[in-house]
């Protein structure tokens, strides 16, 4: 056998191992584990309100707040890179990333001003 499929035998091997070890925990946990079933458990849980049959009424306001958390993750997402090649970028990068947060900015202080931010 080559070394070069001797260093997928190696990354086989682990992971082999690792199924075998995740396999290994859940296993023990179903056994480990009381088994009591209780109506109140299998219950859907709506985030603290009572939850309701059919299509029931959900509030907008979790909807913004993860749109909001996904803007501005992607907006770390663009600034990191930017941040590790700006020398090589210039001057045109440095414009362009001062326009792409005031654009954030503006929509930050938008959601803020018409009170999507306010949780009561």
């Not at 009591?36 to 707040?65: C, F, H, I, L, M």
């Not at 958390?69 to 770390?76: G, K, L, P, Q, R």
Request: charged share 10%; glycine share 10%.
């Amino acid at each position: 056998m080559t070394s070069y499929y001797h260093s997928y035998l190696a990354v086989a091997v682990f992971v082999g191992a690792a199924l075998l070890m995740v396999g290994a925990m859940l296993g023990v946990g179903r056994l480990v584990r009381p088994v009591r079933p209780q109506a109140e458990k299998y219950v859907t849980y709506e985030a603290g309100s009572d939850p309701v049959g059919g299509w029931g009424q959900s509030n907008v306001r979790y909807y913004v707040y993860a749109l909001l958390f996904v803007m501005f993750d992607v907006e770390a997402v663009f600034i990191f890179p930017w941040a590790v090649h700006l020398d090589v970028l210039g001057w045109y990068g440095l414009v362009e990333m001062a326009i792409f947060i005031i654009v954030l900015t503006l929509g930050l202080v938008y959601a803020w001003r018409k009170g999507v931010l306010r949780w009561a």
